[in-house]
């Protein structure tokens, strides 16, 4: 079958089962198709070898919509790729939509989304998470063996989790932010979603690597990621902080990361308990710098030089005003208004200064425990997929979601998370597993070492069967 036949078969997919989930803002059949063409009169078609790939509608893809979710960039078309797209598709992968997100990267369940939530395929009342919910449901559901999202505190990890799939955070540096729209510049991370951890080996190592568009792109050697899988878990130390799996934890869930924990043990890693005392500030700490740092990048939505501008506005004031009441949802004027507030005249140290410091010990935590053990282990989420609705009306608990996550970011180490199993309920459990800088060979070899010996079994009730 010629690779235009085989994009064609998943583009009709896509467009069946989204009319289910609302997994994608925008379907890009045209481009898809063209590119499928390009790759059929070539000789070698690269190492994704024409692999369909979706991507979170916050990183650029030029000529398509990149709307970040929210209304203030809903007829926003970006005019170049972002360096992570440009690299997919040098290597042969084909883009075949832009995937549905809370706005602007703002949430934990998808719900934020200016233009309506995805749903779980596992339970379509249910989140998918956020706020990569639109990339996880789109692979979960077979649409896509692949696909791109963004990390902030956790927003392909937990996403990943309640969607039984696999979701990676490279270490911070590791793959070029140019292109992906800021929320808070220094937490900020594209991510890789995929069914199985080889092709989330192989899209990393097709992207990774040091970018002069991006200045926090680190120029480290990118080591052959696939290559590594099948290596030994012998003499791999994983450390459990056990003070971290109390109050708030679900019982089914503290369970089935534990005997995630024994199986590991039993392919040959060796269990040691750690300690990570300063994580437990890690959700406070989190919200009020990704906040301080969201309120200075959405400064530019204005309404002057892009996006959505308001009209009937009398003078500049007014329309800058009206504009971002009127583009912006509840959630990114929460984020916003906390942010200017943390680094406002008098509040400044008392807030925003003291998190930095904090920050600083959570990441002297990790370092700490990585000179005893080569991964952690934790929970991914505190809680399996909940309903739509359920926590619209309690931010706290909204942003509870993210505190096993969070600390990932701060940090800015390598995360992956797994499926460990199914809830009494019949939805997946993710266990997260956290290694030292630079160490996603280490991470990677762990999670697919972990999958092939025990994988989830079970599949969503919307699915499309594994995808080509």
Not at 116 to 142: C, F, I, Q, T, Y
Not at 166 to 176: A, F, H
Not at 289 to 298: G, K, P, V, Y
Not at 393 to 405: K, Q, V
Request: charged share 20%; glycine share 10%; with cysteine.
């Amino acid at each position: 079958m010629s690779l235009v036949k085989e994009i064609q078969r998943t583009l009709d997919t896509v467009e069946t089962l989204n009319a289910q989930l609302n997994a994608f803002i925008s379907i890009e059949r045209g481009h898809a198709e063209a590119k499928a063409q390009e790759l059929d009169r070539l000789a070698e078609r690269g190492p994704l070898n024409g692999m369909a790939i979706a991507v979170k509608d916050n990183i650029c893809t030029k000529g398509m919509p990149t709307t970040c979710g929210s209304r203030i960039l809903g007829n926003y078309h970006a005019q170049y790729d972002a360096t992570a797209v440009a690299k997919l598709q040098e290597a042969g992968g084909i883009v075949v939509g832009k995937t549905n997100m809370d706005e602007f990267a703002m949430g934990s369940s998808n719900e934020s989304s200016a233009f309506g939530p995805a749903k779980n395929p596992w339970d379509l009342e249910r989140v998918p998470g956020g706020s990569s919910g639109g990339s996880a449901a789109a692979v979960a559901a077979g649409m896509v063996p692949v696909a791109l999202g963004s990390e902030t505190g956790g927003s392909v990890r937990q996403p990943a989790s309640l969607c039984g799939i696999v979701g990676l955070k490279p270490t911070y540096g590791r793959i070029s932010r140019f292109g992906l729209v800021a929320f808070a510049s220094s937490l900020d991370n594209i991510g890789i979603f995929g069914r199985e951890v080889k092709d989330v080996a192989g899209v990393l190592k097709s992207i990774a690597g040091r970018d002069p568009k991006d200045s926090t792109s680190a120029d480290v050697p990118v080591p052959d990621y696939p290559g590594v899988l099948e290596d030994s878990l012998d003499g791999k130390i994983i450390g459990i902080p056990r003070s971290l799996l109390g109050e708030g934890l679900d019982d089914e869930i503290r369970t089935s990361v534990l005997a995630a924990a024994e199986r590991f043990a039993s392919m040959g890693a060796r269990l040691i308990d750690i300690d990570l005392p300063h994580v437990r500030y890690g959700i406070a700490v989190y919200y009020i710098i990704a906040t301080a740092e969201a309120s200075s990048n959405l400064a530019r939505y204005d309404g002057v030089r892009y996006g959505f501008r308001a009209e009937e506005a009398e003078e500049l004031r007014q329309m800058y005003m009206k504009t971002r009441e009127e583009g912006f949802g509840p959630e990114v004027k929460r984020r916003i208004m906390l942010g200017t507030y943390v680094l406002s005249s008098g509040y400044y140290d008392a807030y925003y200064a003291k998190a930095q410091k904090v920050r600083a010990l959570i990441k002297q935590d990790h370092i700490n425990a990585f000179e005893r053990c080569d991964a952690i282990l934790t929970p991914t989420s505190p809680s399996t997929a909940f309903r739509l609705g359920e926590r619209s009306d309690d931010p706290l608990a909204m942003y509870l979601s993210d505190i096993y996550t969070v600390s990932a970011n701060l940090a800015g180490v390598p995360a992956i998370s797994i499926p460990c199993g199914l809830s009494s309920d019949g939805l997946p459990i993710g266990v997260q597993l956290t290694c030292d800088f630079w160490q996603e060979s280490t991470v990677l070899n762990l999670a697919h070492k972990y999958q092939t010996e025990f994988p989830l079994e079970a599949k969503p009730s919307v699915f499309a069967g594994d995808p080509g």
